[in-house]
T-cell receptor
Framework: GQNIDQPTEMTATEGAIVQINCTYQ??????LFWYQQHAGEAPTFLSY??LDGLEEKGRFSSFLSRSKGYSYLLLKELQMKDSASYLC??????????WGAGTKLIIKP | SQTIHQWPATLVQPVGSPLSLECTVE??????LYWYRQAAGRGLQLLFY??????ISSEVPQNLSASRPQDRQFILSSKKLLLSDSGFYLC????????????????FGAGSRLTVL
């Protein structure tokens, strides 16, 4: 079966750095997405990786290793507004998006 | 700019009652449209997607149906709700087909929280 694993919950301190991991086992790979979802709201797109390496976008970076079936989302200079769930999704060989259950990130002052 | 509207935002319905959730997209033509359900502690589950008027693909056999009567309108329905239909329903659109190269970025509506009692 296809599987996306993320930690259920993480806690970090305002101003710090946090890394949210995502491991996947899918039938094929055609890209990996990270979305942010605040409580009770819709997910919003953060990043897309299809080649190995690091993609940086301001305070957020996303890394991919296809050989290891692994990605992480790195958040720097954490702000209280970063408290949200972070969803990892992989596009499989049929171009279907397989979603992880999300990681709830709690930021403490 | 493109916007997506989804309503109602919340509803409480008795078991066996009908359901209609509506989604419209503005500022784009021929969008690909999707209905997802999000259950607590689980990943987003694709229910239906549509690449054009009257073209609906169902991903999960269930108590729900979808229709696309106009290019930018997508409706999720049920004739008789079950308790298990409770959840957070999300409509989304994208420009690219999932099979196109490049990121198929989904833009979601605000969501509809359905509670079936």
């Amino acid at each position: 079966g296809q599987n996306i694993d993320q930690p259920t919950e993480m806690t970090a301190t305002e101003g710090a750095i946090v890394q949210i991991n995502c491991t996947y086992q899918t039938s094929g790979f055609n890209g990996l997405f990270w979305y942010q979802q605040h409580a009770g709201e819709a997910p919003t797109f953060l990043s897309y990786n299809v080649l190995d390496g690091l993609e940086e976008k301001g305070r957020f970076s996303s890394f991919l290793s296809r050989s290891k079936g692994y990605s992480y989302l790195l958040l720097k200079e954490l702000q209280m507004k970063d408290s949200a769930s972070y969803l990892c999704a992989v596009k499989d060989s049929n171009y279907q998006l397989i979603w992880g259950a999300g990681t709830k990130l709690i930021i403490k002052p | 700019s493109q916007t997506i509207h989804q309503w109602p935002a919340t509803l409480v319905q008795p078991v066996g009652s009908p359901l209609s959730l509506e989604c419209t997209v503005e500022g784009t033509s021929n969008p690909n449209l999707y209905w997802y359900r999000q259950a607590a502690g689980r990943g987003l589950q694709l229910l239906f997607y549509s690449v054009g008027i009257g073209q609906i693909s169902s991903e999960v056999p269930q108590n729900l149906s979808a229709s696309r009567p106009q290019d930018r309108q997508f409706i999720l329905s049920s004739k008789k709700l079950l308790l298990s239909d409770s959840g957070f329903y999300l409509c989304a659109w994208s420009d690219l087909l999932a099979s196109d190269s490049g990121a198929n970025v989904l833009t979601f509506g605000a969501g509809s929280r359905l509670t079936v009692l």
